[in-house]
């Protein structure tokens, strides 16, 4: 069975940019959901999506939103990039409560 | 509000010593407490939840409400325990739940 793949795996982009990043769950997997890891925060919760809709949301500024397609791929977005959103972003799928696979993450560069 | 603590950022270790990586929560709620682990150039993976009171790679831990801990352990410890490990309590409100992470423990043991 396939993991969790995100793509792209890395990302430069400039202050004021928007970036998406894309996440394929775990064939089965319904439920989605994104976290940002960083040096001083460690992982921080996003949001989570299940069936196409926001389940959960974590304390983020509205410039992170996100959304899950049919096929339960999801996708993040960051609008007005600032230098503090520098960060490894993880997606996880899961199918029971607790237990999330993640992937390999994508590492976004603000500059 | 729900929080995990990890108090020891780094923690080392020789071969064959005991090992404890500390974990306390706060939440109003029935605690479920899993510890996850990410080896070096490694996905962040599942170790053991609470629920299962399992043991896997010789790692146990156990809840203790009382005194709000789940702190993970290992009678001897080996040199490819060394890892990012990573308490995280459920937090759920019905159907929504996420998962809240600690910052973290690297524990490094040595030969």
């Known amino acids: 069975k396939a993991g969790v793949t995100q793509t792209p795996r890395y990302l430069i982009k400039t202050r004021g940019q928007q970036v998406t990043l894309s996440c394929s769950p775990i064939?089965?997997?319904?439920?989605v959901s994104w976290y940002q890891q960083t040096p001083g925060q460690g992982l921080q919760f996003l949001f989570e999506y299940f069936s196409e809709t926001q389940r959960n949301k974590g304390n983020f500024p509205g410039r992170f939103s996100g959304r899950q397609f049919s096929n339960s791929r999801s996708e993040m977005n960051v609008s007005t990039l600032e230098l503090g959103d520098s960060a490894l972003y993880l997606c996880a799928s899961s199918l029971s409560r607790g237990e999330a696979f993640f992937g390999q993450g994508t590492r976004l560069t603000v500059v | 509000a729900q929080r995990v603590t990890q108090p020891e950022k780094l923690l080392s270790v020789f071969k064959g010593a005991p090992v404890e990586l500390k974990c306390n929560y706060s939440?109003?709620?029935?605690?479920?407490l899993f510890w996850y682990v990410q080896y070096s150039r490694q996905r962040l993976q599942l170790l053991l939840r609470h629920i299962s009171r399992e043991s896997i790679k010789g790692f146990t831990a156990d809840l203790n409400k009382g005194e709000t801990s789940f702190h993970l352990k290992k009678p001897f410890a080996q040199e490819e325990d060394s890892a990012m490990y990573y308490c995280a309590l459920l937090v759920s409100g019905g159907s929504n739940y996420k998962l809240t992470f600690g910052k973290g423990t690297l524990l490094t043991v040595n030969p």
């Open positions: 064939s089965g997997h319904r439920s």
């Open positions: 939440y109003s709620g029935s605690p479920e």
